[in-house]
């Protein structure tokens, strides 16, 4: 059965792979970044294990970590201390693409972009909603509970920080994502706290 249970430093390499393994709208990314496989995992998962391991829980099963829940309960300030002391790093070891048009880059390309400049998530959403998670899980532990149960963990563990309202940007390609979320009491949040939000489905709740 597997087992929930708190981010160790030993599990950083499985944040790693599961981000890639689920990157592709959900579906395993390692054939788009083939050439950068922890690229994917140095923006959406990796940060959080390093920086806010108090809101980061696996899931595990006798194969290994197969799952994890991870977010912050303040979003403007995780895009800050990120600017400080994550992105340098980042910057240095996947340079900016130049001379390439943002619809030509590839999808390793098009990461590349964002750790030089980061979008921040829309006002409206921080101001309503100012904490957010991210949750990747692999196939062998879908449709098994284990979503709900690490979305359960890491609410109890932001209640007790004290956050109230939490959003979630979800791919528009990834439908599956979006009705998890829905069951998780998500709702789609309105144009006018998303304002355009090319790609992204954006959901809120309050906590």
Request: charged share 20%; net charge negative; proline share 11%.
């Amino acid at each position: 059965m597997p087992q929930l249970r708190p981010y160790a430093p030993r599990d950083l390499d499985a944040l790693y792979r599961i981000c890639l393994k689920t990157g592709d709208a959900g579906r395993d990314a390692s054939a788009l970044y083939a050439e950068a496989p922890r690229l994917m995992g140095e923006i959406y998962s990796v940060p959080y294990g390093v920086l806010q391991p108090d809101l980061v829980f696996v899931a595990e099963d006798d194969e290994g970590v197969a799952g994890y829940v991870s977010g912050t309960p303040d979003t403007r300030a995780w895009e800050a201390r990120l600017e400080a002391e994550w992105w340098p790093d980042r910057r240095a070891l996947y340079p900016a693409p130049t001379g390439i048009a943002p619809a030509d880059r590839t999808p390793p390309q098009a990461r590349a972009a964002f750790i030089h400049a980061p979008i921040p998530a829309p006002e409206g959403v921080v101001a309503r909603y100012p904490a957010h998670m991210h949750m990747n899980i692999l196939p062998r532990l879908q449709g098994h509970g284990m979503g709900r149960a690490l979305f359960e963990r890491w609410c109890e563990a932001a209640r007790a920080a004290g956050v109230r309202g939490l959003h979630v940007g979800v791919n528009l390609a990834n439908p599956g994502g979006q009705a998890f979320w829905a069951r998780c009491g998500f709702a789609p949040l309105p144009e006018a706290l998303t304002g355009p939000a090319p790609g992204t489905y954006w959901m809120g709740q309050d906590i």
